[in-house]
């Protein structure tokens, strides 16, 4: 007995074209809705280096977009750079050590005294914990750039 061939099947070029036409009208359908989201005025992530293009509530991102830009860095940098930044004051803080930047401020850690107080629904008198409460006390700088607007 004589062996068949396998026969190799090629896809047709009219139904790889046919494929491709219906990505393409995908991706537009998806661009077309991007875009009319942008219209509507949905929020965006974009970069900014003005702070008055920033509302009135500024969040850790739009800080980080604010860096990145002023930076002249990627936003995955500065996000690395804000979060180095914020951990290690936290950190700082945490083991009682006064962090101060001149200029801006200053970061340091203060203990609050065991106190009586009262439980509002029983009146009954209870003893509240001492704790540890972190602080910020702003430079002169910074002081004199708030107060001049």
């Given at each position: ?46 970069i ?30 500065a ?67 708030v107060?001049?607007?």
């Amino acid at each position: 007995m004589a062996k068949r061939k396998a026969r190799k099947t090629k896809a047709r070029p009219s139904k790889q074209l046919e494929g491709y036409k219906k990505q393409i009208s995908s991706l537009r359908s998806q661009l077309k809705s991007l875009k009319m989201k942008i219209k509507k005025g949905r929020p965006t992530s974009k970069i900014t280096s003005k702070w008055s293009d920033l509302d009135n509530k500024v969040n850790s991102t739009d800080l980080i977009n604010y860096i990145a830009s002023r930076g002249g860095m990627s936003r995955l940098d500065a996000k690395r750079a804000f979060r180095a930044f914020v951990d290690s004051i936290m950190k700082g803080v945490s083991e009682n050590k006064k962090i101060t930047i001149s200029g801006f401020g200053s970061f340091h850690n203060i203990k609050r005294k065991e106190r009586c107080g009262r439980n509002p629904m029983t009146g009954e008198q209870i003893t509240i914990p001492s704790t540890n409460y972190p602080k910020f006390r702003p430079g002169r700088e910074f002081k004199t750039i708030v107060n001049t607007k």
